[in-house]
């Protein structure tokens, strides 16, 4: 398993937290994901041999919000 903190620019709501869980919650391969709304982070934990960074730094895009940068969990 891979773990990811993400910084994410433009969520400012519950809706904002429901949209980046529930969409890159049902990526395959994606365990574990979670919104900390105050500091504009997302923590991801995946299965590097199901899904990629990139695709859910894409599907977190194309819900309205940009990925600034990310923080790797060793």
Known sequence: MNKVTLEVIGMSCGHCVNAVESNVGALNGVEMVKVNLAEGLVDVEFNPE????????????????EVKGERAHV
Do not use: V
């Open 50 to 65: 199901r899904m990629t960074l990139e695709k859910i730094k894409e599907t977190i895009d194309d819900q309205g919000y």
